[in-house]
């Protein structure tokens, strides 16, 4: 994959993470509330970011 599209999913999971935990912390999708969700969102888009940014000084 390409790595700036990497870059752009990362970015997305980590702003959409936080928006859902911020800003829709009541709401409930199925079994999930919103905070708990978001906040797992921004976590996973956290890693991603760090291997990505990791990967792109590689080379």
Same mark, same amino acid.
């Given at each position: 994959?390409?790595?700036? /599209? %990497?870059? !752009? =999913? #990362? $970015?997305?999971? !980590? $702003? &959409? &993470?936080? !928006?859902?935990? /911020? &800003? +829709?912390?009541?709401? %409930? +999708?199925?079994? +999930?509330?919103?905070?708990? /969700?978001?906040? $797992?969102?921004?976590? =996973?888009? $956290?890693?991603?970011? !760090?291997?990505?940014? #990791?990967?792109?000084? %590689? &080379?």
């Amino acid at each position: 994959m390409d790595r700036t /599209l %990497e870059l !752009v =999913i #990362a $970015v997305a999971l !980590v $702003v &959409g &993470g936080l !928006v859902l935990a /911020l &800003g +829709f912390a009541d709401a %409930e +999708f199925l079994w +999930f509330r919103g905070r708990p /969700l978001g906040l $797992v969102l921004a976590a =996973i888009g $956290v890693l991603d970011l !760090v291997a990505t940014l #990791a990967r792109r000084r %590689e &080379g």
